[in-house]
Each structure stands twice: as C-alpha cells, then as structure tokens.
C-alpha cells in the first residue's frame, strides 16, 4: 500500500542554520505531495503542494521538489527561523479519488536563538 | 470567519462512557474527515464523508460513529472508551475528494482515566 517515509525527530537547530528534512513515498499511483504544518494547539496546515512530478513546491522560505526517479520529496529551508518551530508532516495524496490523505509519522522541529 | 470548528477542545472521561465531538466547517466544502492523532504525533485518517456520504472508513472500532447532519457538520460518537482513545481528534474538510487541500480544526483532546 501507499506510504510515506520521513525524518525522524525530534530536530533541534539554531536560528540562521540550514533544515533538511528526508521524505521518501512508495506509491503505484501518480500522487501529489504536500508538506504540513502544525503548531502547538493548531492543527495541520499546508505548506504547500507539488501535484506534478519533477516540479518544485514553495512557500515562507521553505522548498521540496518532487522527484519521481528516486520518489523523495525532501522539506529545505536555509535559514531557520525559531517561528519555524512546529511538525512537520510530508503528506501523499493518491488520484484514486479516495480522499485518502497518507501522513508521514511527522518531524518535530526546534529553533533556538 | 470561514473555517473548521471543533467542540470541545479538551474532554476528560472514565473508561467505558459514552462521548460525542462535534465539527462543523463554514468553507463550503463537501468534504469532510475525521482523523486521530496520538501521543506520538503520528496522524491517521478515520473516517470521511462527501455530501453526507460515507466514503472512507479505515480500521476503526465499531465503538467509533461518525454522523453527518449535512455537509457542514460531521460529529463523532464513542460509546464506550477505552484507554486507548485517548487521543486528539482533528476534524477537517476539502473542497474535493482527493488531491486537494484539506483544512483543519483545532482537534478536541480526549484524555480517558
């Protein structure tokens, strides 16, 4: 079945320092991929979505372009910011029209100053 | 405002009482969801509804019911819980079925003693 790999937490960085965060699907399908995020007491939110394979989503300084040959979606930023602290969630959507969204296990990100 | 509303945002409770969430979304979308989120932050879809319509329902309990008055409100009923529901619960919606951005409530956390 569909699944999604990601980075396991929790993350700790210093503010102006690089993020990476690996995410690795299995699918059958042709899915669109989305980051989320949540912050304490809200829930998920998107980051944003890539629908199209080889295309590069963004958004607030974070990036992850969807590549299909090695089927990542990693989550970039380079400078962190401690706002930046939240989960994050890679998320696959498959066109089956299931309405089935697959969260990745989430990755706990802390920014310090 | 135009969003997912949830009640109530914490409920304590004794093993094998009955409990009921309510949601209701005001982004006139069609589809709703309900999903658990652990201790672990790890998030799993439960149920989903288009128009009313049952049209995912994963592993759950049969003590899990969810009830859909119309496509703004999608309500959740436990009848008697168990430790293990102890949980947040994310209500959400979307504009579509699939591939789409689904929108989140704040979630009701559910603690059971």
């Known amino acids: 079945g569909d699944s999604v790999t990601q980075t396991k937490g929790p993350v700790t960085l210093s503010e102006g320092t690089s993020l990476t965060v690996n995410c690795s699907y299995e699918?059958?399908?042709?899915?669109?991929l989305f980051w989320y995020v949540q912050y304490p007491g809200e829930g998920p939110q998107l980051l944003f979505k890539?629908?199209?394979?080889?295309e590069k989503g963004s958004n607030r300084g974070f990036e992850a372009t969807y590549d299909k040959g090695t089927t990542s979606f990693h989550l970039q930023k380079a400078s962190v910011q401690e706002s930046d602290s939240a989960v994050y969630y890679c998320?696959?959507?498959?066109?089956?029209?299931?309405?089935?969204?697959?969260f990745g296990e989430g990755t706990k990100l802390t920014v310090s100053s | 405002e135009t969003a997912v509303f949830q009640t109530p945002n914490y409920h304590v409770t004794q093993v094998g009482n009955e409990v009921s969430f309510n949601c209701k979304q005001t982004?006139?979308?069609?589809?709703m969801y309900w999903y658990k989120q652990d201790s672990k932050k790890l998030l799993k879809i439960m149920f989903s509804?288009?128009?009313?319509?049952?049209?995912v329902n994963e592993t759950v309990p049969r003590r899990f019911s969810p009830q859909s008055s119309d496509k703004a409100h999608l309500n959740l009923r436990i009848k008697s819980v168990e430790p293990e529901d102890s949980a947040v619960y994310l209500c959400a919606s979307s504009l579509r079925r699939a591939n789409t951005e689904v929108f989140f409530g704040k979630g009701t956390r559910l603690t059971v003693v």
């Open positions: 998320v696959l959507g498959n066109q089956g029209g299931s309405a089935k969204l697959i």
């Open positions: 890539v629908p199209k394979a080889n």
């Open positions: 982004l006139g979308h069609d589809t």
């Open positions: 699918t059958k399908q042709y899915p669109t």
């Open positions: 509804y288009n128009n009313k319509q049952l049209i």
